[in-house]
C-alpha cells in the first residue's frame, strides 16, 4: 500500500493534535448511585460545563465508587491521578488539619451555618491549606446531619457505650466515638453494609439518605437523631487539573459548580423527607434527642485532643463568632 503524502500526513498530525487540544475529558469520582441527589447535581455540573464551553470541556462522572472506595480516590485526588470529584471531607482531616475543625462535634449550629461558614472567610483560608495538598474545593453540597444508628436499641448516650461503630476514615471520628466509651472501626463506605449484616461493627453513622440509600436501616433499624456532625461534602479538583485551565475556563466552571450545589441543596431537603418516610416505613425506630448537651458534653475530650492546636483553636473562634 502506497503510503500517504508527506503533506497529508502532516495534516493528519496537525488534526489530532488540534482535536486533543480543543477537547479534552476528565474523570470525575462520585461514591453514590446515579439517583441520588449528589449524583444527579453532579451530572447536571458536567452538562452546564459542556454547554458552557461548547464541548471542550468533558467532565465525565464516575457513579457508586466505579474508580474506588472514598479513601482511595481521596489520595488519587491528592496525587492528581484523579481530576475532580465529589468529596466528603473527612477522610481528608488527616492531611489537611485544617478541616479538622470542620468535623468537630456540633461545631455547626444548622447547615445552613455551615454554608455560611465554608462560603466565607474561614472557608477561603481551609480552601488555601487544601491548595496545599493538590486540592481546589469549588461548591459546597448539603451533606446533612449524622448520627448514629445500630441494631440494638439507642435511646441514650449512655447506649452507644460498649458498641463498634464503623466510621469514616478519620482520627477525629476515631476519637469522636471513643469519647462516647464506643469502639471505632474505621472502613469504607462500600463495606459498612456487609460488616453490619456479619456483625463485625454493631453500628454505623450517618444521615437520612445515605442510611437509606445504603440499605443500611435493614440491618441496623435503631437511628438516634443526635445530630453529632455536619461534615462538609463539596466539588473538589485536583489543582494540577484545576492549573492547566485557562482563568475563564476556571471561571465557567466555578460557577457551573455553584449552581450545582444550589439544585443539590433543593434535591437533598425532599430526599431526606422521602428517605425518612421510606425507612419508617420499613420499621425503624427513630428516637428524636430533644436535649443534645449530653451527647456534646461526652465529646468534649475530642475538643482538648484536637481544638488545642492554635490553627485549629483559631478557625474554631472564627466560626463560633459566625451568626
Ligand atoms: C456519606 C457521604 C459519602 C461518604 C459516606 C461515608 O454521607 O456522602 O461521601 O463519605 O457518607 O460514611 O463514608
Not at 502532516?10 to 479534552?24: E, P, Q, R, Y
Not at 447547615?111 to 491548595?131: K, L
Not at 453490619?196 to 440491618?219: C, I, K, M
Not at 451527647?295 to 475530642?302: K, Y
Request: proline share 5%; hydrophobic share 40%.
Amino acid at each position: 500500500m502506497k503510503l500517504a503524502s508527506k503533506p497529508l500526513v502532516l495534516a493528519a498530525i496537525f488534526c489530532g493534535i488540534a482535536t486533543t487540544a480543543t477537547a479534552k475529558e476528565y474523570r470525575g469520582w462520585n461514591t453514590h448511585p446515579p439517583d441520588y441527589p449528589v449524583s444527579v447535581a453532579l451530572d447536571r455540573f458536567s452538562e452546564l460545563v459542556a454547554e458552557r464551553t461548547d464541548n471542550r470541556i468533558t467532565l465525565t462522572n464516575y457513579h457508586s465508587a466505579q474508580l474506588g472506595e472514598g479513601e482511595f480516590a481521596t489520595e488519587q485526588l491528592q496525587f492528581g491521578a484523579l481530576d475532580y470529584g465529589i468529596f466528603s471531607t473527612a477522610p481528608m482531616v488527616n492531611t489537611v488539619k485544617e478541616l479538622g475543625v470542620a468535623s468537630l462535634p456540633y461545631v455547626f449550629k444548622s447547615p445552613e451555618h455551615q454554608f455560611r461558614v465554608m462560603e466565607g472567610e474561614v472557608g477561603a483560608d481551609i480552601a488555601t491549606a487544601m491548595n496545599e495538598a493538590n486540592m481546589v474545593p469549588l461548591s459546597w453540597f448539603a451533606s446533612g446531619s449524622r448520627s448514629f444508628y445500630a441494631n440494638e436499641p439507642l435511646n441514650t448516650v449512655e447506649d452507644i457505650a460498649g458498641l463498634k461503630f464503623r466510621v469514616q476514615n478519620s482520627d477525629i471520628n476515631v476519637a469522636m466515638v471513643e469519647a462516647l466509651g464506643a469502639n471505632a472501626t474505621p472502613l469504607p463506605f462500600g463495606e459498612v453494609f456487609t460488616a453490619l449484616q456479619s456483625g463485625v461493627v454493631d453500628g454505623a453513622e450517618n444521615n437520612w439518605p445515605s442510611y437509606e440509600s445504603t440499605r443500611h436501616f435493614e440491618v441496623a433499624k435503631y437511628y438516634i437523631l443526635d445530630e453529632h456532625t455536619i461534615v462538609p461534602e463539596g466539588i473538589i479538583f485536583a489543582k494540577t487539573t484545576w492549573d492547566t485551565f485557562s482563568a475563564e475556563d476556571q471561571e465557567t466552571i466555578r460557577t457551573a459548580a455553584q449552581e450545582a450545589a444550589i439544585y443539590q441543596r433543593e434535591l437533598w431537603a425532599a430526599r431526606e423527607a422521602e428517605s425518612r418516610k421510606i425507612v419508617e416505613e420499613a420499621g425503624s425506630i427513630i428516637v428524636a434527642v430533644d436535649d443534645k448537651t449530653p451527647f456534646s458534653d461526652a465529646m468534649q475530650p475530642v475538643y482538648e485532643q484536637f481544638a488545642s492546636d492554635p490553627v485549629i483553636a483559631d478557625l474554631l473562634k472564627r466560626i463560633q463568632a459566625t451568626d
